[in-house]
């Protein structure tokens, strides 16, 4: 199985939108796409919908336009990304917390998910695994482990309408 190390880097951010403009002046990176907090409801998955709470479901039609996740990339290497959060709920809603902000995760590619869930299963690394390869909203199969000191790792198979590969087509 060959690992593609790294596909992007996600951290926490306080302010979006002064974040990426840091990134996009200082650094040359490039927004690829977003994805907003309506995309999170299932509007056309009423089996996840069902399992939503109702508070949960109107908080995230209130926050619907907003962004929660600015995919950035390398001007130099358009196969990476910096993948930044709005964690608008944390200052908006809660109290400052810095352990909300700042690095969450790391991400790679592989060729094929289900192989390399297998894999981590052989190589006696099952108890790691935290989330088993499924559809994601970014047009991916995606799943999540993570490491001995609790570093987490998403592992992406891009999918054929991966926004990471030909951005977003629908906003
Ligand atoms: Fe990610």
Redesign the pocket.
Known sequence: MIVTANA?I?FNCKDLDRTQKFYEDVLDCREKFSLYYGDLIPEEHPERWAQMKPEEVERLKKLKDVRWIVYLEWPGDKDRFI?LFNEVDAHVDNPYRPEHYGYT?F?FVVDDIQAFHRQLIERGAGEYIDIKPGPSLDGNWTMWFHDPEGIRI?VHQYGPESYQIYGRKDR
């Open positions: 992007h996600g993948e995760h991400s998403e």
